[in-house]
């Protein structure tokens, strides 16, 4: 049973976007089916880029992505710095008073921060965040409020995003996915957030926040750079959808390479930072709010004595010492605690067309299905062997998905996750499988099951035998238990273990939805399946031909084969599965 307020909301959402499609399309298309010509009271439209106020809130935005600024103030009010920000840089700023009212703050709220020149958004979202306060633009300036301020005034843009698919029936609910995992997913209505995300068209119409929309360009820019690729070739192993991606790894280069001696004893931690920070010639900043909460301060003592050490290993020494981490965010690296950088996630793509796209054996191109299975195998190799405690599906911050039609995964983590992750894939990648002959490739790998062992009266599907859709769900007891990556999972399992040579015919799959795994096979190897599937948790529900044969009624005739036949959706009755045999196990 779905939650009230899920439903809710879902039914707004669908009637707003019928509303839009009617405002974008035109009345006509409404009264082909017998509908109302007049127009709604209150339509939803795709924003008009035209408008002065759109272009305007534009080209605020562009000012302010394209303005550096320094900034050194200590205990000066937040209207004071407001002032020093437009003199600076010329943007128009002001402070959203009542907004700040709310949560009992004032316009004359002390402000300390020490950052050299960096991206003037940058410096914008370190030093309010210290605040819990974000900045928004709107028609004639940079405006300053709250978090609750901004969710209350989203902004809604339409991304035309077609050429990611190159294909003439996209899937654009593969896009979704994506997005809804990776950008921020707490942020989004289907969690309980305020954005939405809707396709249309040649595009999806999206309503987030500044910061997500930033994040959503990013990566809409950084699939297009690697879908120029045709075979990712010279492509890096992974990139940053964040726009100072390039300062970013110029940062992390800084850090591993420069080295150095230091010796402290009992310094204020503010002082260990500010000597690691000069010498590296790096931005660094202290967030001084989260170490409050677990009862530190920039004042903490430090002892450190280390020679020749690069800057990297000193952080990671200092972060031992007090138990807090390092993250980088743009130029700056921030000293904060392992609970925070849980909230300053990193979203890199990593090509991967040479791990999905070909076969290594024979180097041919893969089907579309295969690629996809290709895929949930990585994902799980991925998530079970790096870190596994910090995916979402244990309980973790991190997040993955792919988007096969730029044969790409898209991963949201920490940075030390993200090296591990790009460490396996290089190993995998030096480990070239040998060449085998085809009679070889029926090996099944040690990680793998052996297939099922069907029972005698089942073979691989044969023309003319008669073919079967089933959906296999959980009971309603267990249905917290799986995900839609679950399922998929259990739906690549199935066909490596249970007729695995009839899949490669596009006349039979096992499909992942949200609920469960839809199967179409022949009627004697869908036996088989829902044996297995039943070992995995997931069960037909029971349909005519499970009925006993006491319970039919005795004036009934006994239908002919012919008429068996004509029935696409018989449960077939499983016969006893060994798990013993292979195939059980998997989670």
Same mark, same amino acid.
């Given at each position: ?161 077609? $050429?990611?698919?190159? !294909? ?10 994506? =997005? *809804? %995992?990776? +950008?921020?997913? &707490? ?120 020679? $020749?050490?690069?800057? !990297? ?10 138990? =807090? *981490? %390092?993250? +980088?965010?743009? &130029? ?124 005698? !009266? ?17 009971? &309603? ?111």
């Amino acid at each position: 049973m779905l939650p009230p307020l899920f439903v809710a909301r879902t039914l707004l959402r669908t009637v707003a976007i019928v509303c839009l499609i009617g405002s974008v399309l035109g009345h006509s298309a409404f009264g082909q089916f017998g509908g109302p010509s007049q127009a709604d009271p209150d339509p939803i439209v795709l924003p008009n880029t035209n408008s002065p106020e759109y272009q305007q809130i534009d080209a605020m935005e562009k000012r302010v992505q394209a303005a550096r600024l320094s900034l050194q103030v200590v205990d000066i009010p937040l209207q004071e710095v407001v002032q020093t920000f437009t003199q600076r840089t010329g943007i128009p700023m002001r402070i959203d008073e009542r907004a700040l009212e709310d949560v009992g703050l004032s316009a004359d709220v002390p402000i300390t921060f020490n950052m050299p020149e960096i991206a003037a958004e940058t410096l914008l979202y370190l030093m309010l965040k210290e605040l819990d306060l974000v900045y928004v633009m709107d028609t004639g300036s940079v405006v300053i409020t709250t978090p609750e301020e901004e969710e209350s005034n989203l902004r809604t843009k339409f991304y035309a995003v077609e $050429d990611l698919f190159n !294909d003439p029936n996209p899937n654009f609910d593969i896009l979704i996915q994506m =997005l *809804t %995992t990776c +950008i921020d997913p &707490e942020s989004w209505e289907e969690l309980g957030g305020p954005g939405s995300i809707a396709p249309l068209r040649n595009g999806v119409i999206i309503t987030q926040s500044y910061q997500n929309h930033r994040r959503l360009q990013g990566l809409f820019a950084t699939l297009r750079r690697v879908q120029k690729s045709p075979r990712q070739a010279g492509l890096p192993m992974m990139k940053s959808i964040s726009p100072y991606g390039p300062q970013a790894e110029k940062v992390e280069r800084q850090l591993r390479q420069a080295r150095t001696t230091i010796t402290l004893t009992n310094a204020p931690l503010e002082s260990a930072v500010a000597a690691i920070s000069k010498f590296g010639r790096l931005p660094m900043m202290i967030d001084n709010r989260a170490l409050e909460d677990i009862g530190l301060s920039n004042r903490t003592p430090v002892t450190l004595k280390l020679s $020749d050490a690069s800057i !990297d290993y000193m952080l990671d020494v200092l972060g031992e010492k007090l138990e =807090l *981490t %390092t993250v +980088i965010f743009g &130029e700056v690296v921030i000293v904060t605690t392992p609970e925070e950088a849980e909230s300053e996630l990193e979203t890199l793509v990593y090509p991967v067309k040479d791990l999905v796209r070909y076969d290594p054996n024979t180097g041919k191109e893969r089907t579309k299905r295969n690629v996809s299975g290709e895929f949930d195998i990585l994902i799980e190799a991925i998530t079970t062997t790096v870190e596994p405690e910090s995916w979402e599906e244990l309980g973790g911050p991190g997040s993955l998905a792919p988007f096969p039609y730029t044969d790409c995964l898209v991963v949201t983590q920490l940075g030390d996750v993200h090296r591990k992750v790009a460490e396996l894939l290089e190993q995998v990648r030096t480990a070239k499988p040998k060449k085998t002959s085809p009679q070889s490739l029926n090996i099944i790998p040690r990680s793998m099951p052996a297939p099922i062992s069907r029972p005698a !009266d089942v073979s691989e599907p044969h023309v003319g035998e008669s073919i079967i859709v089933v959906s296999y769900t959980p009971e &309603e007891s267990r249905a917290g238990e799986f995900s839609r990556e679950k399922f998929a999972r259990i739906a690549e399992r199935l066909k490596q273990v249970v007729a695995p040579q009839s899949w490669a015919d596009d006349e039979y799959f096992a499909d992942a939805t949200h609920s469960g795994v839809f199967v179409r096979q022949s009627r004697d190897v869908q036996r088989t399946v829902a044996s297995y599937l039943a070992s995995q948790g997931l069960n037909a529900p029971p349909l005519e031909e499970d009925v006993p044969a006491e319970e039919s009624s005795p004036d009934e005739p006994t239908p002919t084969t012919d008429q068996q036949n004509e029935s696409p959706t018989v449960n077939p009755s499983p016969p006893t599965f060994n798990s013993s045999e292979g195939g059980g196990g998997f989670f």
